[in-house]
């Protein structure tokens, strides 16, 4: 069974930090896409960052490029996002999601390709 778990949700102000965790069993996690979605209130769901974990490349959505960090501790099958300088409109649901690859289209990242998601952690940022 498939277990995606994530933490580190918190509320924070504006130009903090936080670090996400996603740990994953269950799961052929070698070689496979992990990526890091959120869902803000009245928002779609956006894709923030992916990692694949057989190579380690990463790639970001613009809205976070440069403040946010994907990283990866293959011995404990787990995902992070560090996230810095926090902004309000970073407030949603960050979710985890695992899939086989990391399907970027159009600068997007598409989670209808993911197979396996998590329950979610919420981040709210104050202003």
Not at 53 to 80: L, P, W
Request: net charge negative.
């Amino acid at each position: 069974q498939v277990q995606l778990v994530e933490s580190g949700g918190a509320s924070v102000q504006a130009g903090g930090s936080l670090r996400l965790s996603c740990a994953a069993s269950g799961y052929t996690y070698s070689r496979s896409c992990m990526g890091w979605f959120r869902q803000g209130p009245g928002k779609e769901r956006e894709g923030v960052a992916s990692i694949y974990t057989g190579s380690g490349v990463s790639d970001y959505d613009d809205s976070v490029k440069g403040r946010f960090t994907i990283s990866q501790d293959n011995a404990n099958n787990t995902v992070y996002l560090q996230m810095n300088s926090l902004k309000p409109e970073d407030t949603a649901m960050y979710y985890c999601a695992a899939g086989r690859w990391c399907p970027w289209y159009s600068d997007k990242l598409a989670g209808s390709e993911f197979e396996h998601w998590g329950q979610g952690t919420q981040v709210t940022v104050s202003s």
